[in-house]
């Protein structure tokens, strides 16, 4: 938290909140909540900002992270043979080096193990040996996960005659292979060895402190490795995390390290934390290495897709020459990435997020040239070719983006070629070269550089970006913080002024006050009415945009989506019917030779013009009214100010002015309305969507299939009509969700304005108390020794004031 | 058709194979190296296709073919195919706001049928790739960001349509202009040519790049590049495709028509050290080539080798963290790690593939596939003799690419001694899948 902001939330805490309590009690609320958001906005300035690495599986992406964070040493795995970051790594600043890994939990491990033992019973074929293994179990998985596995690994074994079932199974099937693989490591180290399954399965059980069962004994080249395993579980259990310090005066530093992010740990791994002194870093800079995609079957897929979901806001898109690959597009327009890049360019209100591309082995590229054509350097050939990659890299992300198809959407449509060249414009492509810049550390007479120095490598350059992006961030909430800080100190000290100013504020003769009050009265009279019909129409407005109005944005939505689903649907015509048949089977979710995965797609469908709605017809307009209602009480207040003027000076118009800024603070918080609302829609029309969608799907799935329609004659015809259905039906199912949730956010945002509006109840009304108090008022401040108490307490927190920042200033709003 | 055609017509099964090539595709996402290691393999210290661009570069399957000079053999598509884009991408222009489409101009030159076909492509999903084609063809750049109605009008020209007053038409390359107007003319059976290639000679070069890589390829059916290469003198065709993997890429739609459609009796895959990767191996489910290669396979002749490039990258990482080994020897155990990350991958493809195949043969398949590292860039800077350059691995044999060539030499060695006799006994079902 700034300094200033800290002052003024103890000013607050010391000084204030008592007097508020005291005197104006009915804002006291508004008032803590104002002051618990400085304190949240304070702590997200002070969070590190996380930049994560997308890319192909050996496109380079750890090399890359190395060559940015550790110059010469090789911090995070990279060089060997396939997928090899199989977590997401994050590697963040620390003074003293040291990493950290949080495990899998103990029953994930159990269910391989218990998986493969089954595959073993079965390949042995005792059935005896079934039930003996399944006691075995008993109190360490439950009865249903037993079950479930048991079925799967049985059923990799059973060939059947239909080919699709066969599919099915081998799905599962793949899933064994890999867990196979998986226990090979942990035993091991090496997912390739030789080790026969019920060796692993003894080791495992070992680890595991059960009983062997396969009558085998850990070799002594593996007991290493076990021990590490029972480590592992043990912290596991005790929800503890590994911990540990990387020395690096020590002989092999980062053996540890390598035992788990690529080594017989690597399975166990749900998330490894690298901190390490990088300069880099120091700003609250954390990078984040995410395994790769785009391999056949990879089972690290979802790890990657998990962590673009989870609100990424800024990402390096690590690619080759080639450009930017399908695996990536699909993983940025799947997990809504691309989507909300272009909302959060469009709303400036929102959050701001950022695309950087990173083009590895520009130097292969180099000196493939050099070989035909020798007049140039290598070093000239690298940096032709680093600028035709730029405008390249920025046509095939413009495609992509335009490619999303929202402009299915008349709202969005509009916009979106607006938007896009805006993010196109702030999007920053760098060719790199990793392994120059680590031969230029290395020195290595095997291993000579052909670029000149570390900055033609540019990598530097990205990593200075890459800090300023943070750097730039966290400037932007430490702003916000400020701001909303400043905007807090503001309404207490107009609130302060004018309670002191009311206490002063008794000398005046009874009969003056009177005769003063009753021409005030006749002036205001027409303000009040205008005030009236002001409030009036605020209310009318707000009527409107609410609940019919939202119904009516709702259909215009699913009309929208339902063009989009529509079109999603189409090509499945084409589709092999096995293929659809084994999706309408698993509610219409496959992820075979195609991928199929309806729920995810319709309630993506769905949810883009609901929330672009939400943003652009509802709160938008709501913000326009609130601040206009908000700028007629300053007007109206202003003008009672002015009457107060004009009656010279026994009135006290400063009294009133005070009133007309802190209306005005008031109206600068408005801005803010719903501001934090869109993001958290965006979330739970998305939780709630695809669940009414999954249901809405797999329930008409079920029936189709319990009718026998996906068999037999005409079954494909059947399915694609079944798919066209399924639109209409999603369509209809969501309907009373997305109204619901829209009516439920509006009557927050709603209530969150009618709060703001709370203190303004009769902004006349007390703006003429301040220039004239009415007689009980009078009365009770009239005990002189109780107003010297007051008095002498108001001045000394207005003494206390941390200094104002300068006149109210309007336009430095998200600059 | 592949070889499980042969077995189909096995009366003259022995003629084919010993007077006809044997045709090997080599498959791989785009910017793995497979250009630069076809250069190496045919071309030992030539360059003779078009490597190092930026994007993808290959835009055609190019076929390397033995001849005792080099040549360029270039087959045009039929001009109605430049019709049909052209009036698709007027469609997509008209759909955005612009002006209408002149249909009068199409009613003669394309069918009904034709007009229908590119009308769908218009609103398609893939309409993005349309204008690709196009801003290749006019522009020379697929990712220009030449405005769509400039482009239009630019194909208009080329296409010898009228251009009205202040219609906005970008400005074609001559000689693109010059080889759009022969197409034109050459009529339904396409234009054909041959000539004799020099790579020293700068136009020469140049022509080859456009097809290959530039603007014509988008009138190319088929490229073709002879060479007096020892490698296919042995009785090999070696097809560079496409490479796939790329958002949004027009090229590798040839690779999946050509996997579907062509013969061919094998395929090279060339990947990194990630392995396999799932665009590839969606292009070769797509296209049931797998089901086509498998129905042939034997251990004597396998029908698919993996080449792993980009290793000699790796090894020197590896190298800097374990400095008591030579990059060389990194490189070596790489390769040996490799062959069983490759292996098992290669199992899971077939499996996936094809689900009626016992999974103890698709084993042995996968089992019996060579798996060989190659370092073509070293190999080519080893011949090149680079002051600049210093290769990482340092010696020919070890880049492996000696290895690999034998390896394709036996396989054409093997052809030639090869009756029609299936050699693999599978249900008939699986032969019957086979590509028609």
């Known amino acids: ?815 | 058709m592949v070889a499980g055609r042969e077995q189909g017509s096995s009366g003259n099964a022995t003629s084919v194979a010993s007077c006809e090539p044997l045709r090997i595709g080599v498959l791989g996402d785009a910017g793995v190296g497979k250009t630069t290691l076809l250069n190496a393999l045919v071309g030992e210290e030539r360059t003779i296709l078009p490597a190092g661009g930026v994007g993808p570069v290959t835009g055609r399957a190019t076929r390397l073919y033995h001849a005792q000079a080099p040549c360029l053999s270039l087959k045009y598509l039929p001009p109605q195919h430049a019709y049909e884009l052209c009036y698709a991408v007027e469609h997509l222009d008209a759909a955005g706001g612009g002006r209408r489409v002149r249909e009068s101009d199409y009613r003669e030159r394309l069918s009904e049928s034709q007009r229908e076909a590119a009308r769908a492509m218009a609103t398609s999903a893939s309409r993005g790739l349309l204008a690709k084609d196009a801003r290749l063809l006019v522009v020379g750049d697929p990712d220009s960001s030449e405005p769509l109605e400039r482009v239009r009008g630019g194909l208009r020209v080329l296409l010898d349509l009228a251009v009205a007053a202040g219609e906005p038409a970008a400005d074609a390359d001559p000689f693109v202009l010059f080889r759009c107007r022969q197409v034109l003319r050459a009529g339904a059976q396409g234009l054909k040519t041959e000539q004799l290639l020099d790579l020293a000679d700068e136009a020469s070069r140049e022509r080859l790049d456009a097809h290959v890589a530039g603007p014509l390829s988008v009138l190319t059916e088929e490229v073709g590049v002879g060479w007096p290469s020892n490698l296919l003198a042995s009785g090999l065709e070696l097809v560079d495709l496409p490479g796939v993997g790329v958002a949004f890429d027009a090229h590798q739609r040839v690779t999946r028509r050509w996997l579907r459609g062509a013969r061919y009796n094998g395929l090279v895959f060339v990947c990194s050290r990630g392995g396999i990767s799932s665009s590839c191996e969606g292009a070769l489910i797509e296209s049931e080539a797998l089901a086509a290669l498998v129905a042939t396979w034997s251990q004597k002749r396998p029908s698919i080798v993996v080449a792993v490039t980009k290793l000699d990258d790796e090894a020197q990482q590896l190298r800097r963290q374990q400095r008591d080994r030579s990059t060389r020897a990194q490189f070596a155990d790489l390769g040996q790690a490799m062959t069983g990350v490759i292996r098992t991958q290669l199992f899971g493809t077939l499996r996936r593939a094809l689900t009626t195949v016992p999974e103890a043969i698709l084993h042995a398949i996968a089992n019996a596939t060579p798996v060989i590292p190659v370092a073509a860039p070293d190999y080519l800077l080893l011949h090149g003799n680079d002051p600049e350059l210093t290769p990482v691995i340092s010696s020919i044999s070890e880049t492996n690419l000696p290895r690999l060539s034998a390896v394709l030499r036996t396989l054409a060695a093997e052809r030639h001694r090869v009756t029609g006799t299936s050699e693999v006994d599978l249900e008939p079902r699986l032969a019957s899948r086979s590509p028609r």
């Open chain 1, 1 to 815: 938290m700034n300094d200033r902001s800290k002052a003024i939330l103890d000013w607050y805490q010391g000084h204030v909140r008592a007097i508020v309590e005291e005197h104006s009690p009915e804002r006291l609320s508004e008032f803590d909540r104002e002051s618990q958001r400085v304190s949240e906005l304070a702590t997200r300035a002070a969070e590190t900002v996380s930049i994560c690495f997308l890319g192909n599986a050996a496109v380079g992406k750890s090399t890359l992270l190395n060559a940015l964070v550790s110059g010469k040493d090789v911090l995070l795995p990279a060089g060997g043979v396939g997928p090899l970051t199989a977590q997401a790594t994050s590697v963040e600043f620390a003074e003293s080096p040291f990493f950290e890994a949080n495990y899998q939990s103990k029953e994930k491990l159990w269910n391989v193990v218990f998986a493969l033992e089954c595959m073993q019973v079965a390949n042995v074929g005792k059935h005896a040996d079934a039930e003996t293994l399944e006691k075995d179990y008993v109190g360490v998985l439950d009865k249903n996960a037993r079950e479930t596995l048991r079925l799967e690994s049985d059923d990799s074994r059973v060939r059947v005659e239909d080919p699709s079932d066969e599919r099915v199974r081998r799905s599962s099937s793949q899933k064994l292979l890999e867990w196979e693989k998986q226990a090979r490591l942990l035993v091991t180290a090496n997912q390739d060895s030789a080790a026969e399954l019920p060796y692993l399965l003894d080791a495992l059980r070992t680890a595991m402190g059960m009983k062997t069962r396969w009558g085998m004994t850990v070799h002594a080249e593996d007991e290493a490795n076990i021990e590490r395993l029972r480590n592992a579980i043990a912290l596991t259990e005790a929800g503890k995390t590994f911990r540990a310090a990387i020395d690096l005066e020590a002989q092999d530093a980062l053996a540890e390290l390598k035992h788990h992010a690529s080594g017989s740990l690597a399975p166990m791994i749900a998330k490894l934390r690298v901190g390490w002194p990088a300069e880099l870093l120091a700003g609250g800079l954390t990078l984040v290495d995410l395994p790769g995609v785009g391999i056949a079957s990879d089972v690290h897929k979802e790890v990657t897709h998990d962590w673009i979901n989870a609100n990424t806001r800024a990402l390096v898109l690590v690619v080759d020459r080639a450009g930017v690959t399908e695996s990536c597009t699909r993983l940025l327009t799947e997990s809504g990435f691309f989507q909300r890049l272009l909302t959060a360019a469009d709303d400036p209100a929102s959050d701001p997020m950022s695309l950087f591309v990173a083009v590895t082995r520009v130097d292969d590229v180099a000196r493939t040239r050099r070989h035909t054509d020798k007049t140039k350097r290598v070093r000239e050939h690298f940096s032709d070719v680093a600028a035709e990659l730029v405008p390249r890299m920025q046509g095939q992300l413009r495609q992509q983006l335009d490619a999303l198809d929202v402009s299915s959407h008349e709202l969005t449509g509009q916009r979106q070629h607006e938007v896009i060249k805006r993010v196109l414009a702030e999007l920053q492509v760098f060719p790199v070269s990793a392994t120059e810049l680590q031969k230029i550390y290395a020195d290595d007479e095997d291993a000579k550089p052909d670029l000149p120095d570390k900055e033609s490598t540019n990598v530097p350059a990205l990593g200075r970006a890459l800090a300023a992006q943070a750097q730039s961030w966290k400037q932007r909430a430490a702003g916000r913080e400020a701001e909303t800080a400043d905007n807090v100190r503001d309404r207490l000290h107009s609130l302060l002024k004018l309670t002191l100013a009311q206490w002063q504020d008794v000398n005046r003769a009874e009969e003056e006050a009177l005769r003063l009050r009753t021409a005030l009265d006749v002036h205001v009279a027409p303000l009040r009415e205008e005030l009236a019909t002001l409030r009036g129409e605020f209310r009318a407005s707000v009527k409107a945009m609410g609940s019919q109005s939202i119904d009516l944005l709702v259909e215009e939505a699913l009309t929208a989506a339902r063009k989009d689903m529509r079109k999603h649907v189409k090509p499945f015509r084409g589709y092999h019917y096995k293929t659809l048949q084994a999706a309408v089977r698993a509610g219409g979710v496959w992820d075979g030779a195609r991928q199929i995965n309806l729920p995810d797609k319709f309630a993506d469908a769905c949810e883009q013009p609901l929330v672009a709605i939400w943003g652009t017809q509802i709160l938008e307009r709501l913000r326009v009214e609130t601040r206009d209602l908000a700028n007629h009480y300053a007007r109206l207040v202003e003008k009672v100010a002015d009457w107060a003027g004009e009656q010279g000076a026994q009135i006290q118009a400063d009294l009133v002015r005070q009133q007309r800024d802190a209306i005005r603070a008031e109206a600068k918080a408005l801005e803010r309305v719903g501001r934090d609302i869109v993001d958290d829609l965006r979330e739970k029309v998305r939780k709630e969507l695809h669940a009414a969608v999954s249901s809405v799907i797999s329930s008409r799935c079920g029936q189709f299939i319990s009718e026998h329609r996906h068999e037999g004659r005409g079954a494909r015809d059947n399915m694609a009509e079944l798919c066209d259905q399924l639109v209409d039906a999603v369509a209809d199912g969501v309907r009373a969700k997305a109204r619901e949730r829209l009516k439920k956010n509006f009557e927050n945002v709603e209530a969150e304005v009618k709060q703001h509006f709370r203190q303004m109840e009769d902004p006349i009304g007390a703006a003429s108390d301040a220039i004239v108090a009415r007689h009980e008022q009078r009365q009770k401040r009239s005990d002189a020794q109780r107003r010297k108490r007051v008095i002498e307490t108001l001045e000394s927190a207005l003494a206390a004031c941390p200094p104002d920042r300068g006149s109210f200033d309007f336009g430095d709003e998200d600059t």
